[in-house]
């Protein structure tokens, strides 16, 4: 598979915003939209208020279709789950910084990387970036979520832009290699404002999975 760095401008579509009646090849339309990753929020309806789908289904994307799974994982307990999501097929598993999420950050880290595995973490829009600080040397991706996790279709937060700019200045001070990925209300306007701030990684899942044509809207976003 193909090794990506934080230089690559991706996009992931946010399986969220797919139609689950036919997962299978709405994943499919998604790369054959030249999508480079497919985003899946884990929800547990505790760490946010709502509930989506497990590792059954994100086995069955992974024995369906050839594409890179990036796992965000936004539960409590992702220790504990954690060896599920690492045998359905997961290829990069992001876990949350949050207090809230009842987890041991650096153990979790090693594990999914001990898993063979790429391992990310997370922070909602209302956590500091200082959160995230003692971690960022264990990490492969930092995901600064840009609108109140749990929900698909809402809209964009300029106001974490900050945060994305941090962690891209810290990354260079300290020659570090982790993506920096975005999360919510993401479109070819704001995708724009985000890389400008230092991000790489641009989930999408209303403007790729609900666009008239998915392959425009992929490569608007990209190239924004």
Not at 62 to 71: G, I, K, P, R, Y
Not at 83 to 97: E, N
Not at 101 to 109: C, G, I, N, Q
Request: proline share 6%.
């Amino acid at each position: 598979m193909k090794q990506w760095t934080p230089a690559d401008r991706i996009v992931a579509p946010s399986l969220l915003a797919a139609d689950f009646g036919r997962v299978a090849a709405e994943t499919s339309r998604a790369i054959n939209a030249g999508a480079d990753w497919l985003h899946l929020d884990v929800m547990d309806g505790h760490f946010v208020d709502n509930i989506s789908f497990g590792p059954a289904l994100i086995q069955a994307v992974h024995e369906t279709n050839d594409v890179f799974l990036d796992v965000h994982l936004m539960i409590t307990r992702p220790d504990h789950f954690l060896p599920r999501f690492l045998s359905a097929g997961a290829d990069l598993i992001t876990v949350h910084v949050e207090p809230q999420a009842d987890h041991e950050v650096p153990a979790t880290l090693a594990a999914i990387r001990e898993g063979h595995c790429l391992a990310g973490l997370a922070l909602n829009p209302a956590t500091p970036f200082e959160a995230v600080l003692p971690y960022l040397d264990q990490i492969d991706l930092l995901l600064v979520m840009t609108v109140v996790p749990g929900f698909g279709g809402q809209s964009f937060m300029a106001e974490v832009m900050p945060k994305v700019e941090k962690a891209a200045a810290y990354r260079e001070t300290n020659k570090l290699s982790f993506h920096i990925e975005v999360d919510g209300g993401i479109d070819p306007k704001t995708s724009r404002i985000a890389a400008t701030a230092g991000a790489n990684v641009f989930v999408a899942g209303s403007s790729t999975f609900g666009a008239p044509d998915m392959a425009a809207a992929v490569t608007a976003i990209r190239n924004a």
